[in-house]
């Protein structure tokens, strides 16, 4: 039977109708009832433009007050939600909305000249011109009701679009407050764009938790900065280079006691820059988690994050989270369950058999579980290099170039070899000059001799997707 | 669809296993790891005494850790407890065995030689002698399971058992943290039955939030306070009598800051001292539920605490909560619905038809709702003393008798009359002498003239149930 509870803005709007629900950069502040309110007279012009219970509505939108407006006006609709990365091009967008069977589009100032194929498009500003036409709002939610659609990145293949139902964004920060706990001054920064699950779900932790959410159109890492050290930001979702640039700005400063968390998501961190945080005592937590999980499944606590450095963890409650068909190396594919896991994807019955397997999410993600339960995510399945019948794992020799003080930024990708199949292949960024014989030479100090990369490769700038996350399938394009 | 979670005590087993579950009076303490392996242990005695999947297990029994581990046991074992009242008489818990279909009986020492109509009772020594029997444990919770069935202390006739399920106990401990937050150093003490709700709710947290527990077997006003000075108990639940024992207790002392919350329950509070204990800045949080709701459902948030004195708040995410046709005075039956909320009384049909009407479960209480939301508890729908045709709340009258400062206790009931229909009599235990017409003379300072007590009689000890709530049904058996 499924679980309805009361919309969640609503309560919120009735249990603490004066408590700042989101703030933003230029200092202006929203309590939730203001946010109940705004929420709903767009809910009421989005009925005046036919968006209805079950309507797929896009969102093609930077982060902004209009975009909060309108996720939660979905919610009151009872409509589902496709929210689309800005990144992508007009071909990769036609492919979602049509996939995504979307009829209205609503897209921010920037975004509204693009010749996109779909019926209707509204810039915020043509609705906030609409009249309200009176319509019954839902009040209640069922936990079961598909909510948002957000396409995966797709590293092979097409993407797929992840439905998220009430229930998957419910539990996810359930499983989220049972793993950091809820604390009375918590206010949880937001730079990921809001249509990555990042910063999806963190907004609808401010509404179930009844938190303020402070809102920024993008990672500015002045702004994150300041934001930390004035605003008492006490939790803020990171990628790692973003801990690697905050970082840089702190320089020899610290920062305040406020600041209890970075929730670190977007794939394996090198292992040195962890050790680094730590020095400085910047309370970074790994996590694990995707778009499938509704954000972090696993987190590494507080108190373990000295003795596990590199893990991600434990599988929160109430998911569970298992290796599939391990290796002689304990590695296997990384399999999860629980009530924040997609129910699938949407009309794609082939990739719903083939990833949810009676009930298990298969991730496609490589790791390990150490002898007391912690994660070790090692690679993506499909990013790892078998090379002369040996597994290589790119973050592996990834992470030891990241030991080395020239470097600022590594990619490595295997690329087919005529003798070993295949054989990785690094792509650096530098801070300063060095020899490519030089690396090669520190490297081989770490790394087994058939993990050293067969070329090294300077480039300009690393290839990554809208959350930050590094996009070994671009460096494949370059080869 | 149904959701299905880890187990949860072996969730924590894992997250955190030698983290404390339970703290005893004696410096005695049970680690996460230990409590798992102990029911786990527990589990495979009662599957060799034939207890199994749906079994309906009988607890008789004061607190005490092998009641933990036969909770826990339970459900590893995917049976049903029925836990049961140890005041009641030997006819009132044949009454329970029989209608909830209990084989199989445990109790404590103090119970085991009692005279019950059961085919099999162990005591816990007998149980613990037992062999291990090799079975597979249920280490998922299906939340639509039933786990333990309670009955309601039945104002009026017979008593209902009310089915908890997986679900209801979950969820019951997300609303509560969602309201009360969850802090790093939190621990709860427990010092009410774990045959009620409120004391096996908080076991439930326990699990739930990888929380420790202060055991207690049962309320000592010296031990808790003891408990909140030295052990930095964080939450304590309690009833009115508990919080003015306590008081009375610390005298003019203060408690540390550990103290976050005294979660009052059981009933309204007289105004009298909820002034008091906020003069003493003792944190109290008035709160309103019942067995059906698996605790509580509304609670008065600190914030609150000083601008709605007797209000229980609002009611908490994920509930919901109206007040069904309310008179004139805006008094009408509080109506409750949300997943926590109890899914029926066990083989009660005719119960269930009458209770739960569209989701909606109707507690018999009469209450209103400020114009903010706040929910006021008046009385019983049972125990309102209808007069002249005038509705008379015995909470009032009591209310009114409490801050007179001889009166240590009070209780009212309507008794028949002739005249009137109904007229309130008062039931009082002194403190310092008076007379009963002081009593009626500082009363009608306070009432109308329809309210003053017709009778007022001084009695030694006011009928309490085990969980010290006033029960006004054996008032009316005295008269």
Redesign the interface.
Known sequence: ??????H?LS??A??SPDSTALELVDGGKITFLELQNRSMEMARKLAGLGVKKGSHLGILSANNLDMVYMIHAISYLGAVGVLLNTRLSDDELNYQLQDAEVSILITDDKHSSRQLQVNQVYAYDEVNEQKEMQVTLQL?LNL?QPFTIIYTSGTTGFPKGVVHTY?NHW?SA?SS??NL????NDKWLISLPLFHVSGLSTLMKSV???MPVYLMKKFDVDLVHEAIMDKKVTIVSVVTLMVQRLMDKLGSENYPQTLRCFLLGGGPAPKVLLKQAQDKKIPVFQSYGMTETTSQIATL?AKDALLKIGSAG?PL????LKINNPGEDDVGEIIV???MVTKGYFKNEAANKQTIID?WLHTGDLGYLDEA?YLYVVDRRTDLIISGGENIYPSEIENALMKIPEIKEAGVIGVADDTWGEVPVAYVVLYESISKTDILAKLSKQLAKYKLPKKIKFIDEMPRNASNKLVRKKLKELE
Not at 317 to 320: F, G, I, N, T
């Open positions: 039977m499924a679980e309805i509870i009361p969640w309560k919120q009735n249990l209640e079961e229930g539990w359930i407050a049972l706990g809820l604390e009375k179930i938790y009844g606590s434990k409650l109430p998911a569970e369950k629980g009530p009930g339960g």
